[in-house]
């Protein structure tokens, strides 16, 4: 791929964090090929939730008033103990939320947050995709990057982004440590307004934690869906992946909740079963001309709901770097990574913790209990400044 006139780059992966990694470098004058192994460019899974930072993000790729309008804007998060049914904690996320992080908090189908990037993506004149081209390798050398397909076929411009997921390819190069395989299993689904119970229909994201496992639901498009996530600590020894998953595993881990939580795992019609993975935090992301974005920089767990924020987050401060060094790809590159390790270092972390407390049992569920009792709206907004307060104008400070 050459241009006389722009910086060139691949972008391997065409999920939330690619598409919107090639959306920041483009705006930057960057022509960028963005390779994809799937036929189609498009998203599966089912809700993610968007913190204030991720539309903080949004915006700053010119893609935030596409993903409001698809959103559901919630008015409180909620923690359930799911043995009792009792409240275990909550903040509302409403006005004065929004005037404390300049911005919503807010439901969203994956798929319509794909879709509100790729809008944006496809009409960019420096952006082009190639589908069906699984990336096998990554060559680095003479001022130049080079990705390898399946087909070997050779792809080369001035740099090379990989947004290739957990078992990213251009990681490995660059980094090569393994995935920690977690042994927590997550089951998700999508129910239709119509099969939800009506004592549940809640426009919050609500969490009900249980002893080695939880379970979170909430709205989406609107109200006529919801979002089911479930997740426990498995038995078996796990292999990461996504495959189908089944009603009676689901029921078999969540014998001991309350009947409240426990009706929603027979609403779904199909599930999809994730055994999950992350990484342990490294000291640098890239060399040379690559580095690696999202998931395959730094993948996490669910339980901050920060994974695909993040992406987000990542892919505007690479904009902002290349911006900053006046498009030299090689030094924006450490400039992005010195800017972005500490902090979702911070988060990986921090979502680990976070899912200790979910599954808590016993004294520890008794002590979990405990922690919010008495807290102030203004303190929990306290307690998440670090996170949500992110803004793109001090994203390299």
């Known amino acids: 791929m050459t241009t006389p006139t722009h910086p060139t780059a691949i972008v391997v992966g065409g999920g939330i964090g690619g598409l919107a990694a090639a959306l920041a470098l483009a705006r930057e004058g960057v022509a960028v090929e963005l390779l994809e192994q799937s036929p189609t460019i498009g998203e599966i899974g089912a809700g993610i939730q968007l913190g204030p930072n991720a539309f903080a993000a949004l915006d700053a790729l010119g893609a935030g008033e596409a993903a409001r309008r698809r959103a559901v804007f919630t008015e409180r998060l909620i923690m359930m103990d799911a043995v009792d049914a009792t409240e275990i904690g909550g903040?509302?996320?409403?006005?004065?939320?929004?005037?404390?992080?300049?911005?919503?908090?807010?439901?969203?189908?994956?798929?319509?947050?794909?879709?509100?990037?790729?809008?944006?993506?496809?009409?960019?004149?420096?952006?082009?995709?190639?589908?069906?081209?699984?990336?096998?390798?990554?060559?680095?050398?003479?001022?130049?990057?080079?990705?390898?397909?399946?087909?070997?076929?050779?792809?080369?411009?001035?740099?090379?982004?990989?947004?290739?997921?957990?078992?990213?390819?251009?990681?490995?190069?660059?980094?090569?440590?393994e995935a920690r395989v977690t042994g927590h299993v997550v089951y998700r689904a999508v129910v239709d307004e119509a099969d939800m119970p009506d004592d549940l229909k809640i426009n919050a994201p609500v969490v009900w934690a249980g002893p080695d496992c939880h379970l979170?639901?909430?709205?989406?498009?609107?109200?006529?869906?919801?979002?089911?996530?479930?997740?426990?600590?498995?038995?078996?020894?796990?292999?990461?992946?996504?495959?189908?998953?089944?009603k009676e595993e689901v029921l078999s881990y969540f014998e001991g909740i309350h009947p409240r939580p426990h009706q929603m795992l027979h609403r779904p019609t199909s599930w999809k079963r994730w055994a999950t993975a992350d990484r342990d935090p490294q000291p640098r992301w890239g060399r040379g001309r690559a580095t690696v974005l999202g998931d395959a920089a730094h993948p996490m767990t669910q339980y901050l709901a920060q994974g695909a924020c993040m992406a987000l987050e990542d892919a505007a401060t690479l904009g902002a770097a290349v911006r900053h060094t006046q498009g030299d790809l090689e030094a924006a590159f450490r400039l992005y990574e010195n800017s972005?390790?500490?902090?979702?270092?911070?988060?990986?972390?921090?979502?680990?913790?976070?899912?200790?407390?979910?599954?808590?049992?016993?004294?520890?569920?008794?002590?979990?209990?405990?922690?919010?009792?008495?807290?102030?709206?203004?303190?929990?907004?306290?307690?998440?400044?670090?996170?949500?307060?992110?803004?793109v104008e001090t994203c390299l400070s």
């Open 91 to 177: 903040f509302e996320v409403g006005e004065a939320f929004r005037q404390r992080f300049r911005n919503p908090y807010a439901v969203i189908h994956r798929a319509d947050i794909h879709l509100s990037i790729l809008e944006a993506v496809q009409g960019h004149p420096l952006i082009r995709f190639k589908t069906s081209t699984r990336v096998a390798a990554l060559e680095l050398g003479d001022g130049k990057a080079t990705v390898i397909d399946q087909r070997g076929g050779r792809h080369t411009a001035d740099a090379v982004v990989g947004a290739d997921g957990v078992k990213s390819v251009i990681r490995d190069t660059v980094i090569g440590d």
């Open 340 to 391: 972005r390790i500490t902090r979702t270092a911070r988060v990986v972390l921090s979502t680990r913790a976070m899912g200790t407390l979910y599954h808590a049992k016993g004294v520890e569920r008794l002590v979990r209990n405990s922690l919010w009792v008495g807290r102030t709206q203004e303190q929990y907004y306290d307690a998440m400044q670090w996170l949500y307060g992110w803004r």
């Open 216 to 246: 979170v639901h909430y709205p989406l498009r609107g109200g006529h869906q919801y979002n089911l996530v479930v997740t426990f600590h498995s038995r078996d020894v796990e292999v990461w992946g996504v495959r189908e998953g089944s």
